[in-house]
Each structure stands twice: as C-alpha cells, then as structure tokens.
C-alpha cells in the first residue's frame, strides 16, 4: 500500500462546478495535512492546511478531514480556468516530514 | 531575496559526472527539505535537516547521493557519477518549524546524458 494514495485523474470540472479531490493516507500517527497546487514546469505551492478533523474553509477552498477514516479532501468551489493544475496531498507523518502523493491532474473546461 | 532560492535552475550533465545542487532557504527557517521530482510524479523526499543536522537521510536513493548543510543555512546537493536515472527536478524546501508548511524554491532541473 503506498502511504499518500490520489487518483491520478485527470479530472475534467466544467468552470463554475466544484472540483472535489480525495486523498488517503497510511501513517496513523500524521497530525498536519497539507494541500499543494503544482502547476506544469513550476514548483508546488501551498493552497490549504489543515490540523484537525473536520472542514477548514478559504475563500474558494475548503479542506476536510477524517482522521478516523484516514482520509483527507479538497473541494474548489466556483471553479476557474486557473485552478486547471495537479493538486498533490502531503500529510505530514510521525516524523514530521511530508510525504507527497502522485497528484491528482484537474482541468477546468470553459 | 523572499523565498528559497535554488541555483542552477538547469543543469545539463555527462554520464560519470559529479553535480552540485545549492539551495538558499528562508532566513531564519531551520527545517530544510530535499525532494526529487520525476515527470508525472509527485516530489518524493531525499534528505531532512534541521539547523545544520541531518536528521533523516532514508530517502537518498544510493551512497553516489550526499547532502551537507553545514552552518545551518544554504545547503548542498551533491550527486557522484551521475546517472540517466538521476535526471529528475530537484527541489528544495524551506520550514520555520518542524511539521510545519514548506515553501519551495523553483527546482533544479538536471538532466544526466
């Protein structure tokens, strides 16, 4: 079982629909959940953390949380152009380093 | 400058010869991070430092790969005899704490021929 699991996609959202993107994860002892958008050629950027079980908003994001479930989500609202990216989840183990999934490829349909 | 800065951002190398990464972190973070990235996959992490200790060099994939970050600030990636499978995106990333968010320089794009 690999430690950071994504759907690869690539995931087609029409613009203005929610884009919804799921992670699931292997390390019990993860406390921090970070979400990155990479664009092509560029280096991740941190779009979203998020600490505790439950919803963590901002602006057109909104993280969740399922410890329990050891699973982690992200859903964009409103969906732009822009937002058409590879979104990677990283829990941040035990150890505090971050593990990265595969990503999962999103693009936004005009 | 703001933000972690890494040099060469491309660096083109012969089979069998020795490259150097440098990264200049965030002033002030002590958690610096080493990834590899290859295309299509996501960044899988090499070595971790705080301050100028290496705490956890488990990802490095072979003895030809060595990491120092000696005075707890810029650090270097330095890969031996280098091979077609090492050409990748390297990244480096910066934390001002341990778990903490990291922020990435732009990469080094090396590519073994």
């Known amino acids: 079982q690999k430690e950071v699991e994504q759907n690869s996609g690539p995931l087609s959202v029409p613009e203005g629909a929610i884009a919804s993107l799921n992670c699931t994860y292997s390390?019990?002892?993860?406390?921090?959940f970070f979400w990155y958008r990479q664009y092509s050629g560029k280096s991740p950027e941190l779009i979203m953390s998020?600490?505790?079980?439950g919803d963590k908003e901002d602006g057109r994001f909104t993280a969740q949380l399922n410890k329990a479930s050891q699973y982690v989500s992200l859903l964009i609202r409103d969906s732009q152009p822009s937002d058409s990216a590879t979104y990677l989840c990283?829990?941040?183990?035990?150890?505090?380093?971050?593990?990265f999934g595969t990503g999962t490829r999103l693009t936004i349909i005009p | 400058g703001a933000g972690v800065s890494q040099s060469p951002r491309y660096k083109v190398a012969k089979r069998g010869q020795d490259v150097a990464l440098r990264c200049d972190p965030i002033?002030?973070?002590?958690?610096l991070f080493w990834y590899q990235q290859a295309l299509g996959q996501g960044p899988e992490f090499l070595t971790y430092?705080?301050?100028?200790?290496?705490?956890?060099k488990s990802g490095l994939p072979s003895d030809r790969f060595f990491a120092e970050r000696p005075e707890g600030s810029v650090s270097t990636l330095k890969i031996q005899r280098t091979q077609q499978e090492d050409s990748a995106v390297y990244l480096c990333?910066?934390?001002?704490?341990?778990?903490?968010?990291?922020?990435f320089g732009e990469g080094s794009r090396l590519t073994v021929l």
């Open positions: 002033s002030g973070h002590v958690s």
């Open positions: 998020i600490y505790s079980n």
């Open positions: 430092f705080q301050n100028e200790a290496q705490l956890d």
């Open positions: 990283a829990p941040a183990g035990g150890n505090e380093k971050l593990t």
């Open positions: 390390d019990r002892g993860s406390q921090s």
């Open positions: 990333a910066s934390s001002p704490f341990r778990g903490g968010e990291l922020f």
